[in-house]
């Protein structure tokens, strides 16, 4: 079973259209979060959400816009396309740390956005 | 969040040692070391991480320099598919929920 999954793996869309990206993930964790990587693979955080609520939001537009029903989901719409919004988007999950321990983050495989 | 220095590139051959390394000179007392690594098409993956002391697990070694202003990520056999983009990320453990921050990273190239 794949711990922490995205779709679609692949989503070309045209300029000023709407999409989604869904992320779920299956390890319990409590804290997920919204990677981007552009063209030149600089990977940033965009959003984190911990038990549904949104704690880091990193100077994001206001077109993208996360949603968290419930713990184990954090999906990613983006209205009015732009064409610099083409990159990989990455989603992670983490568990709440414990004393003493680090919260490993785990990734999914990505979703290729190409704004034509 | 403190910064990181690493090596654009690095080459190895398979089943060779590697030493991947890093510099964080403003490292602070309560910022611990993680390694990422990104195979080609995938996401990050954890591969380890440490505070003070040399640490090991299944997929490498860390070594930390007695200063904490470097650190050396050990692959001790490295293999084709260890072929990918290593991080080594600063994060400050004392405060909450932390984003990773991810610098350029250093490529790794295995050779058969």
């Known amino acids: 079973d794949t711990a922490v999954s995205q779709t679609p793996k692949y989503l070309v869309t045209q300029m000023g259209n709407d999409k989604s990206i869904k992320c779920e993930q299956n390890?319990?964790?409590?804290?997920m979060y919204w990677y981007k990587q552009d063209s030149k693979k600089f990977l940033k955080i965009m959003f984190s959400y911990n038990n549904k609520e949104l704690i880091i939001n990193e100077t994001v537009p206001n077109r993208f816009s996360p949603k968290s029903p419930d713990k184990a989901h954090l999906n990613l719409h983006i209205n009015s396309l732009e064409l610099g919004d083409s990159a990989v988007y990455f989603c992670?999950?983490?568990?709440?740390?414990?004393?003493?321990?680090?919260?490993?983050?785990?990734f999914g495989p990505g979703t290729r956005l190409t704004v034509l | 969040d403190a910064k990181t220095t690493q090596p654009n590139s690095m080459e190895s051959n398979e089943e060779e040692p590697v030493h991947l390394p890093c510099n964080h000179s403003?490292?602070?007392?309560?910022?611990?070391i993680h390694w990422y690594r990104q195979l080609p098409s995938q996401g990050p993956e954890y591969v380890i991480h440490g505070l003070t002391s040399n640490v090991n697990n299944r997929m490498a070694s860390l070594a930390i320099a007695e200063d904490r202003k470097s650190s050396t990520l050990i692959l001790h056999r490295a293999t084709l598919r260890d072929a990918a983009v290593y991080y080594c990320i600063l994060r400050d453990e004392d405060t909450g929920f932390q984003k990773l921050v991810f610098g350029t990273g250093t490529r790794l190239l295995v050779s058969p």
């Open positions: 390890l319990g964790h409590d804290t």
């Open positions: 403003t490292i602070s007392g309560t910022d611990y």
């Open positions: 992670a999950s983490s568990q709440d740390r414990a004393a003493g321990e680090t919260d490993t983050q785990y």
